[in-house]
C-alpha cells in the first residue's frame, strides 16, 4: 500500500511568516500533485510537479518534487489569512488513481 | 463552467437504512472517482471509472458500499444498512489527464 506522510499536520502561523509542508513516502510516483481545500468544499489542485528536482512558483507558492520522486515540498513566503486551509498532496502511479496524502491543516492569524 | 455536482449536500439518516448519493461529473471527463473524509482529514479512495472498463473497486470498505456510472456520466454511490462509522464527507471528482476537478461533497450522518 502506498503512504503519503504530511507534515506538519497542523500549523498556526501569523500572517507574514513563511511555512514548509512536507508530503514525503517511501513510493515513486510519476507525477505529484497538491491541492487546498476550505471548509465545505472539495479540494481544488493548485499544481502538478512531473519531473524529479522540478519547482514550480505559484505566486507566492513554491512547490518542489524531489530528484526520487518520493517526496516534495509546498513553501508559502509571507502567508495570508486567505492562505488558510487544508492542503492535500496526491502522488500518481499506475493510470488516473491518486494516492491522497494525510493533509496538513492550516491558520494563519491576522 | 459547470462544476462537478452532487446531491444532496447534506444528509441524515438513521443506522440500517440505506443512503444514495449523487454525483454530476464534468461533462467529456471520462473519469470518475469517489472519496470518503472523516472529520476535514486526508482522502480515502472509494472507486474509480475509467470511460468503459471495468470501474476499480479496490478501496470499497465493505460489501454494503457499491456504485454505478450510468451512461458514462452521472454516478450513484449507495450505502446500504448504514452504520455509524459511514459518517463522513463523500466526495465525488472528475478527471482527464491525471487531473481531478472535485464536486462540494455529501456530507453523510448516520444517528
Known amino acids: ?110 | 463552467g459547470a462544476g462537478v455536482s452532487q446531491s444532496p449536500s447534506n444528509k441524515v439518516t438513521e443506522k440500517g437504512k440505506d443512503v444514495e448519493l449523487r454525483c454530476d461529473p464534468i461533462s467529456g471527463h471520462t473519469a470518475l472517482y469517489w472519496y470518503r473524509q472523516s472529520l476535514g482529514q486526508g482522502l480515502e479512495f472509494l472507486i474509480y471509472f475509467q470511460g468503459n472498463s471495468a470501474p476499480d473497486k479496490s478501496g470499497l470498505p465493505s460489501d454494503r458500499f457499491s456504485a454505478e456510472r450510468t451512461g458514462g456520466s452521472v454516478s450513484t454511490l449507495t450505502i446500504q444498512r448504514t452504520q455509524q462509522e459511514d459518517s463522513a464527507v463523500y466526495l465525488c471528482a472528475s478527471g482527464v489527464n491525471n487531473e481531478q476537478f472535485f464536486g462540494p461533497g455529501t456530507r453523510l450522518t448516520v444517528l
Open chain 1, 1 to 110: 500500500t502506498q503512504l503519503l506522510e504530511q507534515s506538519p499536520q497542523f500549523l498556526s502561523i501569523q500572517e507574514g511568516e513563511n511555512l514548509t509542508v512536507y508530503c514525503n513516502s517511501s513510493s515513486v510516483f510519476s507525477s505529484l500533485q497538491w491541492y487546498r481545500q476550505e471548509p465545505g468544499e472539495g479540494p481544488v489542485l493548485l499544481v502538478t510537479v512531473v519531473t524529479g528536482g522540478e519547482v514550480k512558483k505559484l505566486k507566492r507558492l513554491t512547490f518542489q518534487f524531489g530528484d526520487a520522486r518520493k517526496d516534495s515540498s509546498l513553501h508559502i513566503t509571507a502567508a495570508q489569512p486567505g492562505d488558510t486551509g487544508l492542503y492535500l498532496c496526491a502522488g500518481a502511479s499506475s493510470g488516473d488513481k491518486l494516492t491522497f496524502g494525510t493533509g496538513t491543516r492550516l491558520a494563519v492569524r491576522p
